[in-house]
Every structure is written in structure tokens, then in C-alpha cells.
């Protein structure tokens, strides 16, 4: 037969699809399909997780309370127009930082004495679910904790047995002990525990936590916010897991809150009233000055009355002075709010001055009178002004210790703190239902990354398309499987035994995988006609591809057909035909390619000087009628070497005249160079791409790497596939069969 090369077809010299960018929905639908029992497990196993922790999760409680802030004036309503100057909208995002600084919940932390934490130990996981169960809860009331500087913040450990108590420091010493009920110290240490309750453990954690620590938490833990737009009515909340505790805090947090609010109110008062008490004095030593210098004016003088006239300037001039007096009270009580750029400062200053300007009207008027009338006047005027002034003042003393007395402030507790009657957290339904949804994402995700990672040929038209004939798609037998499997749990009991392979064109010759390779035998028939000889190598890109498996049940195959078949293990490194075949491997492939034979003469002679090799003694048969076997033999160092010395191209051409079909089973060409030196001795070679595991880019570096090497490859045999939903929704139908598999 002449000795043909022909190129297979590269994706260089194919059209390349440009669907890598699309999204095959329908591919993705049917991958969920194949793994519809991987998600459910997955999904069920984060339910079940789900399940557990609301169960055992400790339940959080809340405490309510709601307040009122009513818009008001800060200033004091009973000082008739001086309050407007304190006039000062309160707003509800203020009202609710105030209520969480570290003014109130500092005071808090400090009246409840929160830097003293103390709880119990469990066991891990369900110890607290439990102690919950049994309907006791185990507590300590520590009345007083005095801890070193270097303890605090730190995590000590507190035994109670028989109503004594130990205190264990971080190092494991023990620093305190007592009795419960009484006070015990040691140094810098001091502890008081006024009662225990330890029905489900006798051991608890300990922590003297630093005071702004403490504050942090109780202002994170604090919740406040306004019920609707501006309606000035504030809600507050704090969950814990112990409701009591939730309430006794939240309720001094509310009245503190409503007391600093009051005691603010009441220092504005008092601030005005401390003022009018440092102006009083000087007051009322002015007004005594000015009725001695009128009584003794007048007696001087001996002018007793003052004309109509005068006595009109005089109240005038009086009255402006009253005026002008209140606005200086006033601007002393602006200046400590206001600068005088402010628009209420300076209208106060506006006024103030037209106040004057009368006066200085009026008192050139005076200018105009007799001495006598000036000078009594001018007496007269010192002696009612400071007298409205004195009196004034002390008006207003009385209204602002009347003020001071009555402040009520702004904020009122609507209702005290409630605890709700159910846990608020954890939200187990919800939690339930989230683990079930982040299970089933999670799984779909696996699937999906999974499917992306695995880039094995998945359908024969893959390959099609990059030029590469595939002569035959084996599907996956459950019944080798099995058998796979019996061998694998025989291995792993390490008997002394020979452990051999089942063949299952022998087992089970109605398999659906054989039914497959009886189709190859009808394709192989015909594509050997332009074969150069009836020798077939079968090889693959890389091992687990199912190759051996191949081989050997082809070969099988054929012989079943009445064709006369040498099936050869070329394999010397690893090759296990022998135990597929029943055979042993004492004698092989190896061994035949490096034998010598004696001359009549007794002389040795290499086996390569003669053209005719005996085989004979190497060959094994009757496992199979029609079929005959070579292992591969006594295992040789140099394999490469071996199958590229004469003697091998003498014992292929003599086998390939005595037999109808001799088939070669190789190494993987990726892995070593066996299979390409093997091929130069084939009319007709096979590769094995197993379904699912072998890329496509894979086939085709080894279609090149024969072709490189100067072999033909007649096409590919699919290995090892099943029907699967991702691959008939994906690509639709196979070529040979009408639909898809996947290999295992």
C-alpha cells in the first residue's frame, strides 16, 4: 500500500464561531438539572444549619420608651419681653444627641455602675440553649468591683461553690476570696457579691470594663429616633438579652435625660437671678445718696416744691431714664448670647440711642429754668430713678426665684421603659429562610464555577468543529463502573492476591458501551482501506482518558467477529492489558524486542539480523477465542530507544501479514514520546478523549504533536460519556447518537 501523509485540519485553517461572549441559558438550565441532588444537599445542609442556630442563638430582648419634646422658649416667660431674647426652637435631632452623650449615659453607667459585667459560662454551642430550657437563670449582683489598673478591660474568672466565691486573675492566680454577702479585699482588689444564683454553673467571666468603654457600648446599644416629622416625640430603645436589665437601664437613661433638661432650664434662671443679686446693692446704696443730697438740697435751699412745669420735665426725664435703664439690663443679659453684630444686639443699641437723644433734648430744656428748679430737679430725678430702678429689680427677683422654682423643662416622659413580650432577635423564620436562600446560591455558584473551571469536550461536534473526525462516542457502563469499584475496595484491603481487571465485551457483551465500539468496527472497516496496513495504534493526549479500556474491548470486539486479532500492550512503562486479559506478565513486548537466539552452532545472534522474529513463545491467547495478547513484559529502562530499534519494524511487519487486525495500545503522547515512534509503524492511528475531562485545545496540541511527528490521525474516540441535561440543552443532539453524555 503506498505511505500516505495526509494534515489533519487545524483551527487555524477553520472558521472560528464568535459565541465565546454569549450566554447559553439553555446550557445553564440544564447544568443545574445535572446537579439538582449536589444543590438540594447543599441547600438542605445550610437549612439544617440555619435550623440550629436559631435554636440555639441567644434570644435579644427590647425595652421601649417614649418621650415628648415640646417646643418652648428658653428664656423666662414671666420677664414679659427680655424672654424673647432667649427664644430658641428645640429641635429633635439635637434633643436626641443630647440624650445620647456621654453626659447622660456617663451619669448612667456611673448611678448603675455598667462598668461591672459579669457572665456566665457554658458549655460551647447549647450549654446557654440549656440553661434557657431549664427555666433558672444564673446570676451574680456584684455591689462593688475594685480591680488593678493592669486588670482592667480584662477577662477574670469568678468560681462560686457553697456560697464562697474565687476570684481568678488572667495569669490563673487566685487574688480574692469571700464569702457571698460580705466584702472581701485583697490590696487593689475588692470585691462585694450581695447574692449568686448558679443552678446550671458555678463559673462566670468577670470584667471591669474602662468607664468611656462602658459609655461606648450603651451609646451603641442606645437606639433613639423621632416618631414622624417634627412631632418632637422621641422613641428609644436598647436591646439586650436580658429584659429586666434592658428596662432598668433604658429608665435611667430617660429620667436622667428629663433631668439634665430641667436642671438646663433652671440655670438660665438662675443665672439672671445671680446678675439683678450683684446689681441690687449698687442700686440701693444710689438711691440713698440721692435722697440725702434732696433733703439736704432742699433744706439748704428751702425750696420744698417744684413748679407744674418742672415737675412734667421731671417725670419725662424719669421715664427715660426707666427706659434707658431696662436697656441696659437687657444688653447686659443679650451680651452673654449674642455679639453685638447680631441684628437683636443692634437693635437694642438702636433703641437705646433715641432713648438718649430724648434725654439730651430734655435736659436742654432744663438748662432753661432757674437755678433753684435745675438743682431740685436734678435731686428729684436721682431719687425716683433709682428708686423705679430699685424697685424693678426687685420685681424681678421675685419672679425669677419663682421661675427657678417651678422649672419643669421641656421633656416629659410619656411611657417608661416596656420590654416587648417576644425575642426581637434572632428573627428565626428569617434566618431560616436566608440560609436556605444563601445554601441554594452558594451551591449554583459551586456548579456554575465548577462548570467554568471544567473546559473537557462535552459533545463530538466540539471537536468536529476544530477539525478533528470523531469516529465514535462510547457512553459510560454502569456495569463497569461497578465493576471499577469492586476492584478499588479490593485494592484497598491490600490482599496478597493478583488482582485482574474484568474485560467487558466478555462480562457483559450487550453493554451499550460495546454496542458502541461494534459501530467503530464497521467505521474502522472502512477507513482502513486507504491504510498502508491493518495495524491500528490507539493513544490519547494524557492517561485516565480510558484508552487501555478502549483497546482492549475493540479488540475483543473484533475477534468476536471471526477476525483474527493480536492485541499488543505498547505501554512498557505502566501498560496493565495483562490483567484485563487474564494474562500474566512475565513475558512481553519488552522482553521480545531485546531477546537474542542461538545459531546451530551455539553462537548468539541478534534478533535484528534475521527479518523474521519469533513471537510465538510471547504470545498469550484463550481468553478470547480469535484473540491473541502480548503484554508488555519485564519493565525496561529505556522504552524510546526500544521501540525505535529494527527489530520492532520487523516484528510489526510480520504480525501484520498473520493477522486480520494487530492493535497497539500506547502510552499518552503528551506525557512521553512512545506513542509518535509507535505510530510510524500504524497504517491507522486513534486518539481517546475521555467525555468531559479532556480539553479541546488538548486534542488539538496532540493532533499537532502527531502530525509533527509525521502520523495521521484518523479521528477520535469519545470515552466514558452519559446522557446529560446541560449538554442536550446546550448543544442540542449528538452526532452519533441523538443526544449527550458526561463522563464520570
Excluded at 477539525?467 to 456495569?479: C, H, L, M, T, W
Excluded at 469492586?486 to 451499550?512: C, F, G, N, Q, Y
Excluded at 506478565?585 to 537474542?596: P, T
Excluded at 527489530?647 to 510489526?652: C, D, L
Aim: aromatic share 6%.
Amino acid at each position: 500500500m503506498e505511505n500516505k501523509t495526509v494534515t489533519m485540519p487545524t483551527p487555524n485553517n477553520q472558521p472560528q464561531r464568535n459565541d465565546d461572549d454569549e450566554i447559553d441559558l439553555g446550557r445553564l438550565f440544564g447544568l443545574l438539572i445535572d446537579h439538582k441532588w449536589l444543590i438540594a444537599v447543599i441547600t438542605a445542609i445550610f437549612m439544617f444549619a440555619g435550623v440550629v442556630y436559631a435554636m440555639l442563638a441567644t434570644p435579644i430582648y427590647q425595652a421601649d420608651a417614649l418621650l415628648q419634646v415640646e417646643e418652648k422658649s428658653s428664656g423666662m416667660p414671666a420677664l414679659g419681653e427680655m424672654s424673647e431674647m432667649f427664644a430658641t426652637e428645640s429641635q429633635a435631632a439635637t434633643e436626641i444627641e443630647i440624650m445620647k452623650s456621654r453626659m447622660v449615659i456617663g451619669a448612667v453607667v456611673d448611678q448603675l455602675e455598667l462598668t461591672n459585667v459579669v457572665k456566665p459560662n457554658y458549655m460551647p454551642f447549647i450549654g446557654e440553649f440549656l440553661a434557657r430550657r431549664s427555666g433558672e437563670t444564673d446570676q451574680v449582683v456584684l455591689e462593688a468591683l475594685q480591680v488593678p489598673e493592669s486588670q482592667v478591660g480584662k477577662a477574670l474568672e469568678l468560681r462560686i461553690e457553697d456560697n464562697v466565691f474565687t476570684l481568678i486573675d488572667t495569669d490563673g492566680k487566685e487574688v480574692v476570696s469571700g464569702v457571698v454577702g460580705t466584702p472581701a479585699e485583697n490590696g487593689n482588689w475588692v470585691v462585694h457579691i450581695s447574692d449568686a444564683v448558679t443552678e446550671n454553673t458555678n463559673s462566670f467571666t468577670l470584667v471591669k470594663l474602662n468607664r468611656l468603654k462602658a459609655i461606648n457600648n450603651w451609646q451603641e446599644a442606645l437606639t433613639v429616633s423621632e416618631r414622624g416629622k417634627q412631632t418632637g416625640i422621641l422613641s428609644a430603645n436598647i436591646q439586650h438579652q436580658e429584659p429586666t436589665f434592658a428596662e432598668r437601664v433604658l429608665d435611667a437613661i430617660a429620667t436622667e435625660y428629663m433631668l439634665q433638661n430641667i436642671r438646663r432650664n433652671a440655670a438660665e434662671a438662675e443665672n439672671s437671678l445671680e446678675f439683678l443679686q450683684r446689681q441690687i446693692p449698687t442700686i440701693k446704696e444710689n438711691l440713698n445718696d440721692a435722697e440725702e443730697k434732696l433733703n439736704s438740697y432742699r433744706l439748704q435751699s428751702q425750696s420744698v416744691d417744684l413748679s407744674l412745669e418742672t415737675q412734667g420735665l421731671l417725670e419725662q426725664l424719669v421715664e427715660l431714664e426707666k427706659r434707658i435703664n431696662d436697656l441696659t439690663l437687657k444688653e447686659a443679659e443679650i451680651s452673654r448670647l449674642y455679639t453685638k453684630q447680631h441684628p437683636s444686639y443692634q437693635a437694642l443699641i438702636e433703641q437705646k440711642a433715641n432713648l438718649e437723644a430724648d434725654q439730651k433734648r430734655l435736659s436742654s430744656q432744663i438748662q432753661e429754668l432757674p437755678e433753684t428748679q435745675q438743682q431740685v430737679l436734678r435731686y428729684t430725678r436721682d431719687v425716683e430713678v433709682n428708686q423705679e430702678i430699685y424697685l424693678q429689680l426687685l420685681n424681678r427677683m421675685q419672679e425669677l426665684n419663682v421661675l427657678k422654682a417651678g422649672t419643669v423643662g421641656n421633656v416629659r416622659i410619656l411611657d417608661y421603659a416596656a420590654t416587648k413580650p417576644g425575642a426581637v432577635a434572632p428573627k428565626k423564620s428569617l434566618i431560616v429562610v436566608l440560609a436556605t436562600m444563601l445554601g441554594g446560591m452558594l451551591s449554583i455558584a459551586l456548579v456554575f464555577v465548577k462548570a467554568a473551571l471544567n473546559r473537557g469536550v462535552e459533545s463530538a461536534e466540539q471537536l468536529e468543529n476544530e477539525g478533528i473526525n470523531v469516529y465514535a462516542s462510547v457512553p459510560k457502563s454502569d456495569v463497569q463502573e461497578t465493576m471499577d469499584q469492586r476492584l478499588v475496595r479490593m485494592a484497598k484491603r491490600k490482599t496478597h492476591e493478583v488482582i485482574k481487571a474484568p474485560l467487558l465485551a466478555k462480562e457483559d457483551p450487550t453493554d451499550l458501551a460495546i454496542e458502541a465500539l461494534r459501530g467503530l468496527r464497521t467505521s474502522l472497516h472502512f477507513a482502513m482501506l486507504e491504510a498502508r496496513n491493518n495495524v491500528i495504534m490507539i493513544s490519547g493526549p494524557s492517561p485516565a482518558v480510558g484508552k487501555s479500556f478502549v483497546t482492549a474491548n475493540l479488540a475483543a470486539v473484533l475477534a468476536q467477529a471471526g477476525q483474527r486479532v493480536l492485541l499488543i500492550d505498547g505501554d512498557i512503562r505502566r501498560g496493565y492489558l495483562h490483567s484485563m486479559l487474564q494474562a500474566n506478565n512475565e513475558k512481553g513486548l519488552a522482553d521480545l524486542l531485546i531477546a537474542r537466539r542461538s545459531t546451530t552452532g551455539g553462537e548468539a545472534v541478534n534478533v535484528e539480523n534475521s527479518r523474521d522474529v519469533d513471537y510465538a513463545q510471547y504470545v498469550q491467547s484463550g481468553y478470547i477465542e480469535n484473540l491473541d495478547f502480548i503484554p508488555r513484559g519485564t519493565a525496561a529502562p529505556n522504552p524510546a530507544e526500544l521501540l525505535m530499534h529494527p527489530r520492532m519494524n520487523n516484528f510489526m511487519e510480520q504480525v501484520s501479514k498473520e493477522y486480520d487486525y494487530v492493535l497497539i495500545d500506547t502510552p499518552p503522547i503528551l506525557a512521553v514520546t512512545d506513542a509518535a515512534i509507535v505510530g510510524s509503524y500504524a497504517g491507522t492511528t486513534l486518539l481517546v478523549a475521555r467525555f468531559g475531562l479532556t480539553p479541546a485545545k488538548e486534542m488539538i496540541h496532540t493532533v499537532k504533536r502527531f502530525n509533527q511527528n509525521g502520523v495521521e490521525v484518523k479521528g477520535v474516540i469519545l470515552n466514558s460519556v452519559e446522557r446529560k441535561a446541560s449538554s442536550y440543552y446546550g448543544y442540542g443532539y449528538n452526532y452519533h447518537y441523538g443526544y449527550t453524555y458526561k463522563s464520570q
